[in-house]
């Protein structure tokens, strides 16, 4: 073939004669769909032209604050809880000092920050007496004997220690009361994170309540576990924080930027500075803007609505708490990345670095799509929404009843960070609370059941359950039988059987004359069936 082109002026632009006039398949790498390639997405939130909303009703207003507050009551811990989990912090404690000398144990997290759900996982930090750092410790040798040790604790079941991880931990699951955790070793960066946090939460209510409604909105959407391509919950804290600390007035102070003295102070941790305001009580000395913003929980959280879809430019500036002037993607050289969250103290850790453009694009259109719901003000609502809460937060709205992609992840357990041969679920039977959701129930006061805090239906449920071929993205099928494939597959062949038989002489090449064309997979199934 080589040599009967040589010296000819042909031009192989179009699969002509090989398959009755139809070019390649054009397929879109962002939303899989055929006919287009990703610059010309419609999927592309970038692309998305927002529609003017009404004008906001008081009323309205006053139906939003109820929602916010709604999702505060539902969702945060009682004094019941916080009180459970510090018993089972000194249970441990004193456990562990019988075996592990000088063991010492701090909640940190959610547990700590004030932005924990009911249920939620407790992370606790171990450190020895007489240590402060990690250093020189044989860090190995002290996870095993941590191992060990909780095996013979009456409590736990499933201690699993992860040796590899940047800050090594031991998982465990406590029987008592349900809750899942892990133990890390010195994870100190992470206390002084939770000891930030927690302060944000202590200066103002609407702080807190934010943060539960954004977290809320996260699960609804399924956009909220970084473990399987998403955000982190810490992430979306990030991206509350510094909304209040951008609007006009200010909700909350930049603590970082705040100290007392000539000379801001420096405290060094695992070689970052950690140094932040810690004097709340003087607050309103130090900080001008103090209580001069009286917006309420509904108007912030529409505003926050507004502020990621039409002000904030995802491209050029990243989301940075630590100060008060904007930050640029290329100043931290995170031009390449589809979202920047800076960790407000390790400057390194970009939060969105793992988050794949089509994963990027369903985020930011969740909340193109939660600006209109939130927007939008209604008399009353639909009769197949039993409350407001249902109606706010349907996912069949907010991510138009598509799931998120799972592009990334093993097809086992719908987790990055492995490929399916290396999945740990692959030999073992799934438990209930395994699979795409972890099946912890908690029962609500109107009696409704949640799945890990968050309204899901049965028939979310049931979709996010079913198998999904990822050649052509559609459900109810995998690759080895989607008809996709074995037209790809046929095409293939007769190419090769045209090869082989047909004499040099007698190939037609390809025309400048016609353009490329392009066609649907339906027409390629037809075409593949004639």
């Given at each position: 073939?080589?040599?009967?082109?040589?010296?000819?002026?042909?031009?192989?632009?179009?699969?002509?004669?090989?398959?009755?006039?139809?070019?390649?398949?054009?397929?879109?790498?962002?939303?899989?769909?055929?006919?287009?390639?990703?610059?010309?997405?419609?999927?592309?939130?970038?692309?998305?032209?927002?529609?003017?909303?009404?004008?906001?009703?008081?009323?309205?207003?006053?139906?939003?604050?109820?929602?916010?507050?709604?999702?505060?009551?539902?969702?945060?811990?009682?004094d019941?809880?916080v009180?459970?989990?510090?018993?089972?912090l000194?249970?441990?404690?004193?456990?562990?000092r019988?075996?592990?000398?000088?063991?010492?144990?701090?909640?940190?997290?959610?547990?700590?920050?004030?932005?924990?759900?009911k249920?939620s996982?407790?992370?606790?930090?171990?450190?020895?007496?007489?240590?402060?750092?990690?250093?020189?410790?044989?860090?190995?040798?002290v996870?095993?004997s941590?191992t060990?040790?909780?095996?013979?604790?009456?409590?736990?079941?499933?201690?699993?220690?992860?040796?590899?991880?940047?800050?090594?931990?031991?998982?465990?699951?406590?029987?008592?009361?349900g809750?899942?955790?892990?133990?890390?070793?010195?994870?100190?960066?992470?206390?002084?994170?939770?000891e930030?946090?927690?302060?944000?939460?202590?200066?103002?209510?609407?702080?807190?309540?934010?943060?539960?409604?954004?977290?809320?909105?996260?699960?609804?959407?399924?956009?909220?576990?970084?473990?399987r391509?998403?955000l982190?919950?810490?992430?979306?804290?990030?991206?509350?924080?510094?909304?209040?600390?951008?609007?006009?007035?200010p909700?909350?102070?930049?603590?970082?930027?705040?100290?007392?003295g000539e000379?801001?102070?420096?405290?060094?941790?695992?070689?970052?500075?950690?140094?932040f305001?810690?004097?709340?009580?003087?607050?309103h000395?130090y900080?001008?803007?103090y209580k001069?913003?009286?917006?309420?929980?509904?108007?912030l959280?529409?505003?926050?609505?507004?502020?990621?879809?039409?002000?904030?430019?995802?491209?050029?500036?990243?989301?940075?708490?630590?100060?008060?002037?904007?930050?640029?993607?290329?100043?931290?050289?995170?031009?390449?990345?589809?979202l920047?969250?800076e960790?407000?103290?390790?400057?390194?850790?970009?939060?969105?670095?793992?988050?794949?453009?089509?994963?990027a694009?369903?985020?930011?259109?969740?909340?193109?799509?939660?600006?209109?719901?939130?927007?939008?003000p209604?008399?009353?609502?639909?009769?197949?929404?039993?409350?407001?809460?249902e109606?706010?937060?349907?996912?069949?709205?907010l991510?138009?009843?598509?799931?998120?992609?799972?592009?990334?992840?093993?097809?086992?357990?719908?987790?990055?960070?492995?490929?399916?041969?290396?999945?740990?679920m692959?030999?073992?039977q799934?438990?209930?609370?395994?699979?795409?959701?972890?099946?912890?129930?908690?029962?609500?006061?109107?009696g409704?059941?949640?799945?890990?805090?968050?309204?899901?239906?049965?028939?979310?449920?049931r979709?996010?359950?079913?198998?999904?071929?990822?050649l052509?993205?559609?459900?109810?099928?995998?690759?080895k039988?989607?008809?996709?494939?074995?037209?790809?597959?046929?095409?293939?062949?007769f190419?090769?059987?045209?090869?082989?038989?047909?004499?040099?002489e007698s190939?037609?090449?390809?025309?400048?004359?016609n353009?490329?064309?392009?066609?649907?997979?339906?027409?390629?199934?037809?075409?593949?069936?004639?």
């Amino acid at each position: 073939m080589v040599n009967f082109c040589k010296g000819k002026n042909y031009s192989f632009s179009v699969l002509g004669f090989f398959y009755k006039d139809i070019s390649p398949i054009l397929i879109c790498s962002l939303c899989k769909s055929d006919g287009h390639l990703k610059q010309d997405c419609p999927e592309d939130f970038k692309r998305v032209e927002l529609e003017p909303l009404p004008h906001m009703t008081l009323d309205f207003v006053k139906l939003l604050n109820d929602v916010c507050e709604q999702c505060y009551c539902d969702f945060a811990p009682d004094d019941v809880e916080v009180n459970v989990r510090e018993h089972i912090l000194q249970d441990f404690e004193n456990f562990l000092r019988c075996q592990v000398p000088g063991a010492k144990l701090v909640l940190f997290g959610s547990s700590k920050n004030g932005f924990g759900f009911k249920q939620s996982d407790l992370d606790i930090c171990m450190t020895l007496e007489g240590q402060d750092t990690a250093e020189g410790l044989d860090s190995m040798a002290v996870i095993e004997s941590l191992t060990k040790a909780l095996r013979k604790h009456h409590a736990l079941r499933n201690i699993l220690p992860i040796t590899s991880a940047k800050v090594p931990i031991v998982k465990f699951y406590h029987t008592k009361t349900g809750l899942e955790g892990d133990i890390s070793l010195y994870n100190t960066l992470a206390l002084h994170n939770t000891e930030l946090l927690a302060s944000y939460a202590a200066i103002d209510i609407r702080v807190k309540i934010l943060c539960y409604v954004m977290k809320v909105f996260a699960k609804v959407c399924d956009i909220g576990d970084a473990s399987r391509g998403s955000l982190s919950s810490y992430a979306y804290t990030l991206m509350v924080l510094y909304f209040l600390q951008q609007r006009s007035p200010p909700v909350i102070p930049v603590l970082q930027e705040m100290y007392v003295g000539e000379e801001k102070p420096v405290v060094l941790v695992d070689g970052w500075d950690v140094h932040f305001f810690k004097d709340l009580k003087n607050l309103h000395k130090y900080w001008p803007e103090y209580k001069k913003n009286k917006e309420s929980v509904g108007q912030l959280w529409f505003g926050l609505l507004q502020f990621y879809t039409e002000i904030f430019d995802f491209k050029e500036t990243v989301i940075c708490i630590r100060r008060k002037e904007p930050l640029t993607t290329f100043k931290k050289q995170w031009t390449s990345k589809h979202l920047a969250i800076e960790d407000p103290f390790d400057l390194s850790h970009n939060l969105g670095a793992g988050l794949s453009r089509r994963m990027a694009s369903f985020i930011l259109k969740a909340f193109i799509n939660a600006r209109s719901v939130f927007g939008t003000p209604v008399r009353g609502f639909p009769p197949e929404y039993s409350n407001k809460m249902e109606y706010f937060f349907d996912p069949e709205v907010l991510t138009e009843g598509k799931l998120a992609p799972n592009d990334r992840c093993c097809r086992i357990c719908g987790k990055i960070g492995h490929f399916m041969k290396d999945c740990p679920m692959r030999r073992r039977q799934r438990r209930d609370n395994d699979g795409l959701f972890s099946g912890r129930d908690v029962n609500r006061p109107d009696g409704r059941v949640m799945t890990d805090g968050s309204p899901y239906t049965d028939r979310r449920r049931r979709q996010r359950e079913e198998k999904c071929c990822y050649l052509c993205g559609s459900s109810g099928h995998i690759k080895k039988d989607c008809l996709l494939s074995k037209s790809i597959g046929s095409c293939a062949q007769f190419i090769v059987t045209v090869l082989q038989e047909c004499d040099q002489e007698s190939l037609v090449y390809f025309s400048l004359q016609n353009p490329p064309q392009t066609h649907t997979k339906e027409a390629l199934r037809q075409t593949g069936t004639d």
